[in-house]
């Protein structure tokens, strides 16, 4: 019986379109909205280079004049600032006993395609949190912290109420944006986390705009429940959990072209079918520059994105559209 081979069903560019817009979909942090893909940043990823230069303007500052026909307005400067994104590059290759089962569905390029979009849902959500961590590291060091409201204790065993998740705890963190409150839409957090909310009855449904899909939400604000955000256990006892509120877009998506993206091969000697995909991308928090200062390698891992000294905010905070709420559940 012939024998079916990833080369035979995988057409490359189709595959690529396939893989990235369906890793969109499965992203629960590109449903709820946290990460948003960029047409700019797009640009940006394809044009080159490791560390992408995003100069903006910065707000108009100063009292106001009274005129005067004796005396000339004071003219000052539009000052100038400089966000940093850093190109990810990341691969990886899988043999054909990985994808068995894949290869035998009725649609096996769906199926390993399905299988690949999904890895990388995953891959980009690590990169994610490791980011929020190190940006906050950041925020603690060098702002005071004053994107951070933290109710949890050490002992977390022991932790009464006003040490877990509440409405006030929650209004403690939404207060860090000052009068952007606005712009928050969404929290994400631990399922431990939305467990206590659901036992006070603070969890609704919506209904989306569009089809008949339902949401969960908590104050108006979609709730996004994922078990790989920071979890630390406590000095004493138990743990403490970080929520992130965040603004439409906190996060900008750049897809990048790796020279080639998707490829095929096979070990005769060994019998492996082989297929190799790789990815280059930008995922920017918008504001917090990369100060790259501490990487190893051309391209940062997840260890290097969670250090505080590779992040330093130049956006004022009221424009930076995540906050953190540390709890013990």
Same mark, same amino acid.
């Given at each position: 019986?012939?024998?079916t081979?990833?080369?035979d069903v995988?057409?490359?560019?189709?595959?690529n379109?396939?893989?990235v817009e369906?890793?969109?979909?499965?992203s *629960?942090?590109y449903m709820?909205?946290?990460?948003?893909s960029?047409?700019?940043?797009?640009?940006l990823a394809?044009k080159?280079g490791?560390l992408?230069?995003?100069?903006?303007?910065k707000?108009?500052?100063g009292?106001?004049?009274?005129?005067?026909?004796?005396?000339?307005?004071?003219?000052?400067?539009i000052n100038?600032?400089?966000?940093?994104a850093?190109?990810?590059a990341?691969?990886?290759a899988?043999?054909?006993?990985?994808l068995?089962t894949a290869l035998?569905?009725?649609?096996p390029?769906?199926?390993?395609?399905?299988?690949?979009?999904?890895?990388?849902a995953?891959?980009?959500?690590a990169?994610?949190?490791?980011?929020l961590?190190g940006i906050?590291?950041?925020n603690?060091?060098?702002d005071g912290?004053d994107?951070?409201?933290?109710v949890?204790?050490?002992d977390g065993d022991?932790?009464?109420i006003? *040490?877990?998740?509440?409405?006030d705890?929650?209004?403690?963190?939404q207060?860090?944006?000052?009068d952007?409150?606005g712009q928050?839409?969404?929290?994400?957090?631990?399922?431990k986390v939305y467990?206590?909310?659901?036992?006070?009855d603070?969890i609704?449904?919506e209904?989306e705009?569009l089809?008949?899909a339902e949401i969960e939400?908590y104050?108006?604000?979609r709730?996004i429940?994922?078990?790989?955000l920071?979890?630390v256990?406590?000095?004493t006892s138990?743990?403490k959990?970080?929520?992130?509120?965040?603004?439409q877009?906190?996060?900008?998506?750049?897809q990048?072209a790796a020279?080639?993206p998707?490829?095929?091969?096979?070990d005769?000697?060994?019998?492996t079918?082989i297929?190799?995909?790789r990815?280059h991308f930008?995922?920017?928090p918008?504001?917090?520059k990369?100060a790259?200062?501490s990487?190893?390698?051309?391209?940062?891992?997840n260890?290097?994105a969670a250090n505080?000294a *590779?992040w330093?905010?130049v956006?004022?905070?009221?424009n930076?559209?995540?906050a953190?709420?540390?709890?013990?559940g």
């Open positions: 019986m012939a024998q081979l990833i080369a995988i057409v490359p560019q189709v595959f379109k396939y893989v369906k890793t969109a979909e499965l *629960n942090f709820g909205g946290i990460i948003s960029d047409a700019t940043l797009d640009a394809i080159g490791r992408i230069n995003m100069p903006f303007w707000d108009l500052s009292d106001d004049e009274v005129l005067s026909d004796g005396s000339a307005l004071t003219v000052t400067a100038a600032g400089q966000d940093v850093v190109l990810h990341r691969g990886k899988w043999g054909v006993n990985d068995a035998s569905g009725d649609d390029m769906g199926a390993i395609g399905d299988l690949v979009a999904e890895y990388w995953r891959r980009y959500q990169i994610l949190i490791s980011s961590t906050f590291a950041d603690v060091a060098n912290g994107m951070v409201a933290d949890s204790i050490e022991a932790a009464p006003e *040490n877990k998740i509440s409405g705890a929650f209004i403690d963190a207060a860090t944006f000052g952007a409150i928050i839409s969404g929290v994400a957090m631990h399922s467990n206590n909310l659901k036992k006070i603070n609704s449904f209904k705009s089809g008949d939400t104050r108006g604000m709730v429940v994922n078990d790989t920071p979890k256990a406590g000095a138990g743990f959990y970080t929520s992130y509120i965040f603004g877009g906190a996060f900008g998506f750049g990048g020279p080639t998707t490829e095929t091969d096979r005769s000697l060994t019998g079918d297929l190799v995909n990815s930008l995922m920017h918008r504001g917090v990369w790259d200062a990487v190893a390698g051309t391209f940062p891992t260890t290097e505080a *590779n330093d905010r956006y004022e905070r009221k930076i559209r995540i953190a709420l540390i709890t013990n």
